[in-house]
């Protein structure tokens, strides 16, 4: 399920990611320093001095990739994009449609940005990485206090629209809140599930999944968004996963009770968040698709990837009613 780690600089081949009754297990984040809009972190917000290294395909990195986007730092901060495919070696930037070469470092596999960062580095290599072109060196792999930064500290930097704040300090605790509720049970949970190894550690996950969905579909037959009327973070990082269910999740990963588009109010709620202005171009769904069934050769021997189901994401979705 995992294809490699890191270990003490070195590459190794190590799959196994669970505990003793099968349940999936995520690694923690390594790197957590943060760039701030004054430097006093030792990491200045400033034009053309950060990376942001991305897979198409992962979940955590497109809440990067859209905070990007909507808030008018295609210019100011880089970026590259991996390859669909990860195999032994990783993350690679083979040629792809969608690939984004690392034009920083010219690296051929991610793992090189983490050994570049630090060469003794132990631990997974995964998606986002911001690096500092200055320093030479990752500030933080952490998708939460990525687009936490990117929707605040850059907000001095020319062209950028100081104006989209997806974090306002009056919802920033029940933004938070949401966060950490939906993380567990829906954004992780659909690995839980996927990558569970027992019986019992699938239907412990999938059982949590499905509960989440079903209160958040209760909560959104009331409220436009998440956390009220307006889009906040929360909505970006629910989006990726939900954009992502009925293409893999639900037949991939065996999160089969039920399909998005069976729900009434989050199926609305996805095409709302899909067709706001600049996020349809970060969905590649054919990244998507190729990556979770041709990379996960445990669960997809034959890597087979399947040509449904057919997403309709742009058609009228009448969230309107909700907004005050």
């Not at 952490?142 to 100081?162: K, N, P, Q, T, Y």
Request: glycine fraction near 8%.
């Amino acid at each position: 399920m995992a294809p490699g780690m890191l270990v003490e600089g070195e590459w190794i081949t190590e799959r196994r990611q669970g505990d003793e009754e099968g349940r999936f297990i995520r690694t923690s984040t390594s790197f957590r320093d943060r760039i701030t809009a004054g430097g006093s972190s030792g990491y200045k917000a400033e034009a053309g001095r950060y990376h942001l290294y991305i897979s198409w395909a992962c979940p955590w990195a497109h809440r990067t990739a859209i905070l990007r986007k909507l808030k008018g730092l295609d210019s100011a901060i880089g970026l590259s994009a991996v390859g669909s495919f990860m195999g032994d070696d990783g993350w690679t930037f083979h040629e792809e449609p969608g690939v984004i070469p690392d034009t920083v470092n010219g690296a051929r596999y991610l793992r090189e940005i983490y050994t570049l960062a630090d060469s003794n580095y132990t631990g997974r290599v995964t998606t986002p990485v911001l690096w500092d072109t200055k320093t030479g060196t990752i500030v933080n792999n952490e998708s939460r206090d990525i687009i936490r930064m990117l929707d605040h500290e850059f907000d001095a930097v020319e062209g950028v629209r100081a104006d989209v704040d997806f974090c306002p300090e009056d919802l920033r605790e029940q933004i938070d809140r949401t966060i950490d509720e939906i993380y567990t049970p829906i954004n992780n949970g659909v690995y839980r599930s996927g990558f569970a190894t027992t019986q019992m550690a699938y239907e412990e996950a999938v059982t949590q999944l499905f509960d989440a969905l079903d209160h958040w579909e209760v909560v959104l037959s009331r409220n436009r968004y998440l956390c009220g009327d307006r889009v906040t973070e929360a909505d970006w990082c629910l989006f990726p996963t939900l954009v992502r269910f009925d293409a893999v999740y639900h037949g991939h990963f065996k999160c089969n009770l039920r399909r998005i588009v069976d729900y009434p109010n989050l199926q609305g709620y996805l095409m709302d968040l899909y067709q706001q202005p600049g996020v349809a171009e970060t969905v590649y769904l054919d990244h998507i698709k190729r990556h979770y069934y041709r990379s996960h050769e445990s669960i997809n021997p034959t890597r087979i990837v399947p040509k449904g189901p057919i997403l309709v994401l742009d058609e009228p979705h009448g969230r309107e009613r909700l907004s005050n």
